[in-house]
């Protein structure tokens, strides 16, 4: 049912609540899962155009990924990892699409009106803008 299932991790605690999830449908469907994380900061968003060198952030980034995927490795899943650089809606939808994905799995922040509008809500985005499924799982509020 799930061949491959990207994870959009945004390498924060909301991203425990949804590793589980994950785990559990992988471990059934017996998927391969994609771990993503879009570095949206200055040097990422302008990386190529001004051929910048990897910032600290990403190299963290990077490592955070391999950190989980060797977590989930030693739980016998078979899993990649991504490190995208630039808008995450953009990034999360590109690859899903380009890595052929049969599920997106995401943690929601839980943020209402002003919250979206100041921080901008990456699920909307990503909902209305692909025919994948969306797997959404509610962080615990901080």
């Known amino acids: 049912m799930y061949r491959k299932i990207l994870i959009a991790l945004d390498n924060s605690p909301a991203d425990e609540s949804i590793l589980p999830q994950v785990e559990e449908l992988a471990q059934r469907f ?19 155009q001004l051929k910048l060198a990897e910032s600290e952030e990403m190299k963290d980034d990077r490592d955070y990924l391999e950190k989980i995927a060797v977590r989930l490795r030693g739980k016998k899943l078979s899993v990649e990892t991504k490190l995208a650089l630039g808008n995450p809606p953009t990034e999360i ?4 699409e380009g890595e052929r994905c049969d599920l997106i799995a995401m943690a929601g922040h839980g943020h209402r009106l002003f919250g979206d509008i100041f921080h901008g809500s990456t699920i909307t ?18």
Do not use: N, Y
């Open 93 to 96: 939808l590109k690859t899903a």
């Open 125 to 142: 985005q990503v909902r209305h803008k692909t025919s994948i499924p969306i797997l959404v799982v509610r962080a615990p509020k901080k």
């Open 30 to 48: 017996s998927s391969e899962i994609l771990l993503l994380h879009v570095a949206d900061g200055f040097a990422a968003r302008c990386f190529d």
